[in-house]
């Protein structure tokens, strides 16, 4: 079973930064996608972000492209997701993503291994 942990959030202002950070172990982490989603109070969860194995290729919501930056270092297992210029409406819980394949995606149902989420928290 691979275990994904994600770090990082807390309360920010508007404008300013947070970074979170994604862990796991194993080949399916180092090998395949990784994607960033969110979901806000009453809402449905929400494609953020998404990095291909070897760090090649990225994904964006519209939401956030410009603002937040994903990467990814291999040999640390370790994705991150830098989110400059915060808006309140970027309140949500945030949760890591192993995708089954190479690359990321923006659908849910390509990715198998979720970590319990990090709350992030924006205020105006």
């Known amino acids: 079973q691979v275990q994904v942990t994600e770090s990082g959030g807390g309360l920010a202002e508007t404008g300013t930064s947070l970074t979170l950070s994604c862990v796991s172990s194993g080949r399916a982490f180092s090998n395949n996608g990784v994607g960033w989603f969110r979901q806000a109070p009453g809402k449905e969860r929400e494609f953020v972000a998404g990095?291909?194995?070897?760090?090649?290729?990225?994904q964006y919501s519209d939401s956030v492209k410009g603002r937040f930056t994903i990467s990814r270092d291999r040999y640390q297992h370790t994705v991150s997701l830098q989110m400059d210029n915060l808006k309140p409406e970027d309140t949500a819980v945030y949760y890591c993503?192993?995708?089954?394949?190479?690359?990321?995606?923006?659908?849910?149902?390509?990715?198998?291994?979720w970590g319990q989420g990090t709350q992030v928290t924006v205020s105006s």
């Open positions: 993503a192993v995708a089954l394949r190479a690359f990321s995606s923006s659908t849910e149902s390509a990715y198998r291994y």
């Open positions: 990095i291909n194995w070897n760090g090649g290729d990225k």
